[in-house]
């Protein structure tokens, strides 16, 4: 593993925050994606915390991944009416909640946030997509004031969607944030070829695994790294084949002792990778 490409792992804020990174310093992971869904949360006093559990444990917070409150569904029936910026109707406040969320990783030293934001619509003459693109301008500004990139999590949308829309926003602070399972998990693409289309805008990675959807209505199915649809093997040197030196952050979404045993797994996979 070359000195500038570090494995990493989502963490959730929370107020023991020092106990979460000491359990990533023991599995010997540098960095961390810190991931806060409760907009109220984000104040000087916990991030001052995590300033001091960066320091104790010598972590560091490549991103900040940036929630909102308000319902979120994640499928294919009620997600492209809840999930992230996309919905008109929780778009302002949700859009305040993200300035905050920028305001908190400046205060934590984070040099980006993170998102979903949402199925963005793939007719770029459709009103939603025009209104979204101009919301979207306002935060990648603030999120600029504060030094900070703007990362799209890839997942909803199809890559020449999340491209074009990244090209229309036109501010010089946008990212993406490849997951490549959340791709093939919402059946929008190929993560290998997908670098084709977006690769020069890749400034974090997810490490997670997953299939295919198949019945329209439900994602595919997660699954521990290197059991699932995504290439590993061919995805990780493609990205050094660009340039990539960021962070890869390990993702499972599971809990309990079976997360651990796959977070370790995945460790000893992308470690050999690379």
Not at 82 to 94: D, H, K, M, N
Not at 112 to 137: A, D, K
Not at 219 to 236: C, S
Request: hydrophobic share 40%; charged share 20%.
């Amino acid at each position: 593993m070359t000195e500038q490409l570090k494995l990493g792992l989502i963490v959730q804020l929370n107020e023991q925050v020092e106990a979460e990174f000491r359990k990533l310093a023991e599995l010997g992971l540098p960095t961390c994606q810190l991931a806060g869904w409760v907009p109220q949360n984000l104040g000087k006093a916990l991030a001052e915390k995590v300033k001091a559990a960066s320091r104790s444990t010598g972590v560091v917070v490549s991103s900040f991944w940036a929630g909102h409150t308000g319902k979120t569904v994640w499928d294919f029936i009620e997600g492209p009416s809840t999930i992230g910026l996309v919905p008109p109707r929780t778009r302002e406040v949700r859009l305040a909640e993200l300035k905050q969320g920028s305001n908190f990783a400046a205060m934590i030293g984070a040099a980006s946030i993170t998102t979903h934001v949402g199925f963005i619509e793939e007719n770029p003459g459709n009103p939603q997509y025009i209104s979204l693109v101009e919301t979207l301008g306002e935060l990648a500004e603030h999120c600029d004031r504060n030094g900070q990139r703007f990362c799209f999590e890839t997942g909803q949308e199809t890559p020449i969607t999340l491209l074009r829309t990244i090209k229309d926003v036109g501010t010089s602070n946008l990212g993406i944030n490849l997951d490549p399972a959340n791709l093939i998990l919402y059946g929008k693409g190929n993560p290998v070829d997908a670098l084709d289309v977006f690769g020069q805008y890749v400034c974090g990675v997810h490490a997670k695994d997953g299939f295919y959807p198949t019945d329209g209505r439900s994602l595919g199915r997660e699954v521990p790294l290197g059991e699932g649809q995504v290439n590993f093997p061919v995805l990780i040197p493609k990205l050094l084949s660009l340039g990539y030196e960021e962070p890869i952050t390990i993702e499972r979404e599971i809990s309990g002792d079976q997360q651990i045993h796959d977070i370790k797994l995945a460790i000893t996979v992308l470690r050999a990778l690379l």
